[in-house]
């Protein structure tokens, strides 16, 4: 069955750093386009960062630009975001999909919760 499973959210304090799993089951990540999204209680999904399939380019919105970097490891059939200097603002549900920067119809994931907080 083709879906995709995001880990690695958790609690972590102000400042500290994360690493999210993309990992694909049933078909293979880098024939898409792989965004990273997340949303915040109350407030609309938001694309934060893709990885494109044709060339690798990476993109990031202004809020993580600096701080997240995107990466594939083909032979594992993951993508990955590193999340570093994390602030409270950054508290979310954080998802991977085959959608980039902007939320359509494509395969999303369940999720996985990142909360940052002393």
């Known amino acids: 069955q083709v879906h995709i499973v995001e880990s690695g959210g958790g609690l972590v304090q102000p400042g500290g750093s994360l690493r999210l799993s993309c990992a694909g089951f049933?078909?293979?990540?880098?024939?898409?386009?792989i965004g990273w999204f997340r949303q915040a209680p109350g407030q609309e999904r938001e694309g934060i960062s893709c990885?494109?399939?044709?060339?690798?380019?990476?993109y990031y919105a202004n809020s993580v630009k600096g701080r997240f970097t995107i990466s594939r490891d083909n032979a594992k059939n993951t993508v990955y975001l590193q999340m570093n200097s994390l602030n409270p603002d950054d508290t979310a549900v954080y998802y991977c999909?085959?959608?980039?920067?902007?939320?359509?119809?494509?395969?999303w994931g369940q999720g996985t919760q990142v909360t940052v907080s002393s």
């Open positions: 049933g078909f293979t990540l880098s024939d898409y386009n």
């Open positions: 990885i494109k399939s044709i060339d690798d380019s990476t």
């Open positions: 999909a085959t959608d980039c920067m902007e939320v359509g119809d494509g395969l």
